[in-house]
């Protein structure tokens, strides 16, 4: 069935250095790719999202790359705060017919002040 | 604009009762998506309302169940409730179905005991 592998599961840095999630996805209908950052005790937050038919996206310090070609895309965050620490899950949905997400199991993310 | 709200935030069942959870999704959003959050299974998908209909379904036993009403807002019922069944229930709602951008709510954590 369809899956969406993510890597790493935890990740530590320290503030101000770059962090990076990867997702690929088994998926060839897959064409919508956003990612949800979800603090303790909240709902999954969408923080960028891009589409097929775009390969970069970028948003102040988050940027999303995505190779169709290759089945994987990533989430990029520069200058790391402390309040980026949280779990970041990654998803892939085709956009016609029964579609629905399929979500990465999650990325914990800690930044060391 | 007011985001997804869930009720109730937090439960507490025996095993055998039943539950059913409710969601409002955001103004203007006619499609409702159910999701099971545990730490071992990451989010799964349960099924997907929108206009009163349930477009897709996920791979949970008939005792899931859900329905939408005409202003949108979205019930699921878990019957015979069983101890695996404890988990955060977070509903997502979007503009539309198909690839829409999905919107989470607080979701309701389920403990059976």
């Known amino acids: 069935g369809e899956n969406v592998e993510q890597h790493p599961s935890t990740l530590s840095v320290q503030e101000g250095d770059s962090a990076v999630i990867k997702c690929t996805y088994s998926?060839?209908?897959?064409?919508?790719f956003p990612w949800y950052k979800q603090e303790l005790g909240k709902g999954p937050q969408l923080i960028i999202d891009?589409?097929?038919?775009?390969g970069e996206k970028k948003d102040q310090r988050i940027a999303v790359t995505l190779n169709k070609t290759a089945k994987h895309f990533s989430l990029h965050i520069t200058e790391t705060q402390p309040e980026d620490s949280a779990v970041y899950f990654c998803?892939?949905?085709?956009?016609?017919?029964?579609?629905?997400?399929?979500f990465g199991t999650g990325t914990r993310l800690k930044v060391l002040a | 604009k007011a985001g997804v709200t869930q009720t109730p935030r937090y439960l507490i069942k025996t095993r055998g009762q039943q539950v059913t959870l409710s969601c409002s999704p955001i103004?203007?959003?006619?499609?409702v998506s159910w999701y099971q959050q545990t730490p071992g299974q990451g989010l799964q998908f349960l099924f997907e309302?929108?206009?009163?209909?349930?477009?897709n379904k996920g791979n949970f036993p008939g005792r899931f169940s859900g329905r939408q009403f005409s202003n949108s807002r979205s019930e699921m019922n878990v019957s015979t409730l069983e101890l695996g069944d404890s988990a955060l229930y977070l509903c997502?709602?979007?503009?539309?179905?198909?690839?829409?951008?999905?919107?989470f709510g607080p979701g309701t954590r389920l403990l059976v005991l």
């Open positions: 997502a709602s979007s503009k539309s179905s198909g690839g829409a951008t999905q919107y």
């Open positions: 998926d060839s209908a897959s064409n919508y």
């Open positions: 891009i589409r097929s038919n775009v």
């Open positions: 998803a892939a949905s085709p956009t016609s017919g029964t579609y629905k997400y399929i």
């Open positions: 103004s203007g959003h006619r499609s």
């Open positions: 309302y929108f206009s009163e209909t349930q477009r």
